[in-house]
């Protein structure tokens, strides 16, 4: 069972549009929700992450919104640019650090110039 | 900075056979995961350690999967009897502490079992 379910699985852009990228899940329990940024042959890197007891965070072009009752979270790609173009992934986990996260199946974004 | 290091790159097995995977973490850095990723999945939480011991061994598949990291610094992920549905990349993480600090992931380790 998908712990954490994400879409749209593929995403095209037009190159300063922006990019939204929708999580959701179930266990009430998850209290960190991370986003990585994955470029082929490479690790996931850390992009931002929230935890519940904010509805939003921001960190340059890159915002996350939360709803706390709809068990949702979002990540927002403001002026999206074509380094931008990745695969993403949503993640939640009980605790902080890399302990046991239930990660996203992942966006591939395209933005194209 | 040296990052997560992981050998190596890519590791081509026959079914049945043993294989071992290495990973050396960020300097300093406490914790430690394995993860693995199939084509066009999220990665899937395998092992944590904590220095040497594995706090949390609950993503490890079966018996066949065990992983050691016997002075707090490098760690072995072994597959024993590996089976074609092994074929993933197998990736490492590591933090400064378990909780409240990022995770850094190595470039993994691309394992095909044939």
């Known amino acids: 069972q998908q712990q954490v379910k994400q879409s749209p699985q593929s995403l095209i852009v037009q190159k300063g549009g922006i990019s939204i990228i929708n999580c959701a899940y179930e266990n009430t329990a998850f209290d960190y929700f991370p986003w990585y940024q994955q470029f082929p042959g490479k690790g996931p890197a850390l992009l931002i992450a929230i935890r519940p007891d904010v509805s939003e965070k921001k960190e340059g072009r890159f915002t996350i919104s939360f709803n706390k009752s709809a068990k949702q979270f979002s990540l927002h790609i403001m002026d999206s640019q074509p380094g931008d173009s990745a695969t993403y992934f949503c993640a939640a986990s009980i605790s902080s650090g890399a302990n046991n996260l239930f990660f996203g199946t992942g966006t591939r974004l395209t933005v194209i110039p | 900075g040296a990052g997560v290091s992981q050998t190596p790159s890519n590791k081509v097995t026959e079914k049945g056979k043993y294989v071992e995977l290495r990973c050396d973490p960020i300097?300093?850095?406490?914790?430690l995961y394995w993860y693995r990723q199939s084509l066009g999945q999220g990665p899937e939480f395998l092992i944590y350690?904590?220095?040497?011991?594995?706090?949390?061994d609950s993503g490890l598949p079966n018996d066949r999967f065990f992983a050691v990291r016997p002075e707090g610094s490098v760690s072995t992920l072994k597959i024993q009897r590996t089976e074609r549905g092994d074929s993933a990349v197998y990736l490492c993480?590591?933090?400064?502490?378990?909780?409240?600090?990022?995770?850094?992931f190595g470039q993994g380790t691309r394992l095909t079992v044939v």
């Open positions: 300097s300093g850095h406490t914790a």
């Open positions: 350690f904590q220095g040497t011991g594995a706090a949390d």
């Open positions: 993480a590591s933090s400064l502490t378990r909780g409240g600090t990022e995770a850094f």
